[in-house]
Every structure is written in C-alpha cells, then in structure tokens.
C-alpha cells in the first residue's frame, strides 16, 4: 500500500523538531498524527505541560504551536502494509533542507522511535548543528519499555 506523510505542524518560532517515521493505518484513515487511540505521544505531552488532555485535534495541533513544537515525519512516502516501521520499503524522505531553513529557530530534533532516526540519518545531511535526540516510541507496538518509563524519557522535552 503506498502512504504518503502529512504536511508539518510547524511556525516560524518553533524551537523543536519531533519526527515520526510515516504515519500509521488508523493516523492516515483519521487524518491526524497520531491518531490511534492507543498511542501515547498526545498523552505525554499534554502531561508533560501540564495540560488538560484533549482528543480534539485543533486544540492539539494549537498545543503544538503554543509549545514551540513543529511536528512532521522523515519520510514523504513509502509501500507498507499495516503500520509497523519495519514493514516500509522504497521510502522518500521529506524535504528538510527547505523545512529547517524555513524554521532558523529549530535547535533541537527529537525522533520518535529509533527507526524514525534511522531513516533521518540515512537519508538527510545537516548543514547547521541541531540536538538530536531519540526517544523510545509512543507506538503501542512498542512494548519493550513501560508506559511510565517512556513518559520519564519523553519529559527530557520540558527542557529544551
């Protein structure tokens, strides 16, 4: 099945980076990042801030932009079927030469699983020096680690 990513939640004042992989089946049917139930990266976050959680999407995406926090996938496109990241082949990656020089403020990149950051380093070259950062992935199918140990990991992003 091809897949295609969605376009950035980004603004000129974003300071961080976070990157998926592609987005899943449930993400591409509802046409939001992160859009199956059962995956954490909403949660972290408005946890992180402190935040009432909110499963509307508008408020999410401001929630983003109020944080400073630009949000994207590495890859453009890709074939896979299902949603795991090991099922992607003949992947594009996204355009981020254009995207970093359009956000100057971005100085920090934080990858959402480790395939994410493998593909980004496979496929981009960065020409200014950014923190890059890997944290375990909000993906229920990633069960190596506890719900509460990937939250202590994801808190790194109230910090920056």
Request: hydrophobic share 40%; aromatic share 14%; with cysteine.
């Amino acid at each position: 099945m091809k897949s295609f990513s969605f376009a950035p939640i980004s603004s000129v004042n974003s300071t961080i980076l976070i990157l998926g992989t592609m987005p899943g089946t449930k993400s591409l049917e509802l046409n939001q990042y992160y859009g199956h139930n059962q995956n954490n990266f909403w949660k972290f976050l408005f946890t992180i801030f402190n935040e009432d959680f909110s499963n509307d999407y508008e408020i999410k995406k401001a929630f983003l932009l109020q944080n400073k926090i630009a949000l994207w996938d590495v890859l453009q496109y890709c074939d896979r079927v299902g949603s795991l990241d090991s099922a992607i082949n003949n992947e594009i990656a996204n355009d981020f030469e254009t995207f970093l020089k359009q956000h100057p403020n971005i100085k920090t990149i934080l990858f959402n699983g480790q395939k994410a950051a493998q593909f980004f380093k496979k496929y981009v070259t960065l020409h200014n020096t950014y923190q890059l950062i890997t944290l375990p992935s909000t993906s229920p199918a990633n069960a190596s680690k506890s719900m509460q140990s990937k939250l202590e990991e994801w808190k790194i992003i109230a910090t920056l």
